[in-house]
């Protein structure tokens, strides 16, 4: 096996060695050191313009986007913060953009 990276996303490689493997498993890009790929509650409650109670309160409700605790610290990923926002698009009050 052999690790490659193509277009932001670094992919696992079949090799006549372990065909019997599965051809693909996609990683996460190398982090640069400069970028940060989350956001903390406050961070989050400014941006979406709610408190941080109100974050505490969905994630106890299950509502809200997914987050990472690690300890006791809770970030947000962007890129599930950016997936969140996309499922609560709507193109009139009757219907969703996409789910």
């Known amino acids: ?3 490659t990276y193509t277009k932001g996303v ?6 006549p060695a ?3 493997a599965s ?5 996460p890009d190398p982090m640069r050191p ?4 989350v956001l903390s ?3 989050l409650a400014q941006r979406w313009g709610v408190s941080a109670k109100t974050l505490q309160r969905w994630r106890s409700e299950g509502r809200g986007p997914h987050y990472l605790k690690l300890s006791k610290r809770v970030t947000y990923p962007l ?3 950016a997936e969140y926002e996309r ?7 009757s219907e969703r953009v996409c789910k």
């Open 1 to 3: 096996m052999f690790l």
């Open 10 to 15: 670094s992919m696992l490689q079949s090799t």
């Open 18 to 20: 372990n065909r019997g």
């Open 23 to 27: 051809n693909h498993l996609a990683l």
């Open 34 to 37: 400069h970028e940060r790929r």
């Open 41 to 43: 509650e406050s961070e």
């Open 79 to 81: 890129e599930l913060i």
């Open 87 to 93: 499922s609560a698009l709507h193109a009139a009050t």
